[in-house]
């Protein structure tokens, strides 16, 4: 299954970062313009959104690969990788003691003291 979704923000927007996890891969808008983004996997339409003042997060489902198409046709794999299965996601990863959702958000997207800060749904 494909799903696609598309990105982009206004020229005089406020700068912000799209990432995609669990890899930690992201791009900075509005200065890469707008960005497709292709969903590959069985589970693909279950992506997810978490807004934060200064960006947007995409939670990939396990087995699921992310590719970015750029405005010029540009299109690379930034997440999902077969050979590289993220640890307590995809199902060859290695399992984790705790849900890889929520050691992301308090290591990186949280405010630092393992508490979540409020601004995911």
């Known amino acids: 299954?494909?799903?696609q979704l598309a990105v982009s923000s206004p020229a005089d927007s406020q700068p912000f970062e799209l990432w995609v996890e669990p890899e930690g891969m992201y791009y900075e808008f509005p200065a890469v313009g707008p960005i497709v983004l292709a969903f590959r996997g069985p589970d693909a339409m279950r992506a997810e959104l978490s807004y934060h003042p200064d960006k947007v997060i995409i939670w990939r489902p396990a087995d699921?690969?992310?590719?970015a198409t750029?405005?010029?046709?540009?299109?690379?794999?930034?997440?999902g990788w077969?050979?590289?299965p993220a640890p307590g996601l995809d199902t060859a990863g290695a399992p984790l003691e705790a849900p890889v959702r929520g050691l992301i958000e308090n290591l990186f997207h949280g405010n630092?003291?393992?508490?979540?800060?409020?601004?995911?749904?």
Do not use: L
């Not at 699921?64 to 590719?67: D, L």
């Not at 750029?70 to 997440?79: K, M, P, S, T, Y």
């Not at 630092?112 to 749904?121: A, C, F, K, T």
């Open 64 to 67: 699921t690969e992310v590719w």
């Open 70 to 79: 750029r405005e010029n046709g540009d299109r690379e794999q930034i997440a």
């Open 112 to 121: 630092g003291d393992g508490r979540d800060n409020g601004d995911s749904p």
């Open 82 to 84: 077969k050979d590289i």
């Open 1 to 3: 299954m494909e799903f």
